[in-house]
């Protein structure tokens, strides 16, 4: 069966969401204008390490997207509007993100318009902050599951 016509992989999903909502909570425990995108770059990159070659720049890329979104958000963002801060923030760290996905996946210029859904739903209000994690990750790990089907790796 080709790639794209097999079902939806749960265990990724299940694996990347896990990922993300722990990167958010050990960040959040530690300094989290800082450790944030560290944390959340290296549990990601645990989930896509055995998936595909050079994962490690994700997590160059995670720090990198968040240190560039924080400063942005600092210059430009209202902060009382929650969904538009995550959107910013979800963008750069998208776009930081897109720089290492696009040497696997094809269609990867959607990684930008999912980082930054994804952020802006999480940022939006609708849970606790311990949660926000969980729903970055649901929403991007639908996007990146469906992304690698596609992928050139081993995915």
Do not use: C, D
Request: aromatic share 14%; net charge positive.
């Amino acid at each position: 069966m080709p790639q794209h016509e097999r079902l939806f992989n749960w265990k990724f999903w299940i694996q990347w969401v896990l990922a993300s909502a722990l990167g958010w909570l050990i960040g959040n425990a530690l300094i989290p204008e800082i450790s944030i995108g560290i944390t959340m770059g290296i549990a990601q990159w645990l989930i896509l390490r055995p998936l595909v070659s050079n994962a490690g720049w994700w997590i160059v890329a995670s720090v990198a997207g968040w240190l560039i979104g924080s400063v942005n958000l600092l210059l430009i963002a209202p902060p009382q509007i929650e969904t538009i801060t995550g959107a910013i923030f979800g963008t750069w760290i998208g776009l930081a993100q897109w720089v290492v996905l696009r040497k696997w996946v094809p269609l990867s210029g959607w990684w930008l318009a999912i980082s930054a859904l994804g952020w802006a739903i999480g940022f939006s209000g609708l849970v606790g902050s311990p949660f926000v994690g969980v729903i970055i990750g649901s929403v991007t790990g639908i996007g990146l599951e469906l992304l690698l089907r596609y992928s050139k790796g081993n995915f």
